[in-house]
């Protein structure tokens, strides 16, 4: 069964710091990852997307890497602000189509004054 | 203004009754897609359609009907055969279907009474 884990569960930095979320997945065949921010009651955003030959990509401060042979990836912000307080989530595609998409749980990340 | 809306922000439904849900798309994306998510789990793909008229079952379907007379309009109505139905529903489209990024709506958030 194709699985996304997300960790941490939940986070929370002070504002200014740095911080990583993992993502660690069980999905094949793999197309592509996504990361999703989704403010509180709101749609998810995307941030980025990877496919099988990158492993990192940027979107501002955020910064995601992609380890395609230990199925992992990370995203990583920079100098992090209060707007940045949101869940973040993974979202793997196996490249059966909208039913090959595997979505994480999130993690939530709550960002301190 | 380009871009995906959901109506209504929220909806209360009572028992025995059937709701719909809107979302309407000017991006001119082929695929559509709803989406439910509960606390603590990940996205559930309830339904996606590729094109006007054609539409496919997701993870979770039962208890759901779609249509998609429009490419502009995907509506979800919620039939009272759907046990536990409150949970906050996303719509999201995408230039075709299960490739590249998927654009959210704001969501619909169902109560029960």
């Known amino acids: 069964k194709n699985q996304v884990e997300q960790s941490p569960q939940s986070l929370i930095i002070l504002e200014g710091k740095n911080c990583t979320l993992q993502?660690?997945?069980?999905?094949?065949?793999?197309?592509?990852l996504r990361w999703y921010k989704q403010d509180t009651g709101r749609g998810p955003v995307s941030l980025t997307i990877?496919?099988?030959?990158?492993n990192t990509k940027s979107n501002g401060r955020y910064t995601a890497t992609l380890d395609a042979d230990t199925k992992q990836s990370s995203l990583h912000i920079t100098a992090s602000q209060l707007s940045d307080s949101a869940s973040y989530i993974c979202?793997?595609?196996?490249?059966?189509?909208?039913?090959?998409?595997?979505f994480g749980k999130g993690t939530h990340l709550i960002i301190q004054p | 203004d380009g871009g995906i809306t959901q109506s209504p922000k929220y909806l209360f439904r009572k028992e025995g009754q059937n709701v719909t849900l809107s979302c309407e798309q000017n991006?001119?994306?082929?695929?559509m897609y709803w989406y439910r998510q509960d606390p603590g789990q990940g996205l559930r793909l309830i339904y996606y359609?590729?094109?006007?008229?054609?539409?496919q079952k997701g993870d979770i379907a039962e208890g759901y009907s779609v249509s998609r007379e429009k490419k502009e309009s995907f509506p979800l109505t919620v039939t009272s055969a759907q046990k536990n139905p409150t949970a906050f529903y996303l719509c999201?489209?995408?230039?075709?279907?299960?490739?590249?990024?998927?654009?959210f709506g704001p969501g619909t958030r169902l109560l029960v009474l």
């Open positions: 993502c660690n997945y069980t999905v094949s065949p793999f197309s592509n």
């Open positions: 999201a489209s995408s230039p075709m279907e299960g490739a590249g990024t998927q654009y």
């Open positions: 991006l001119n994306h082929d695929a």
């Open positions: 979202v793997v595609g196996s490249g059966g189509g909208a039913d090959g998409l595997t």
């Open positions: 359609s590729q094109i006007v008229n054609d539409f």
């Open positions: 990877m496919t099988f030959s990158e």
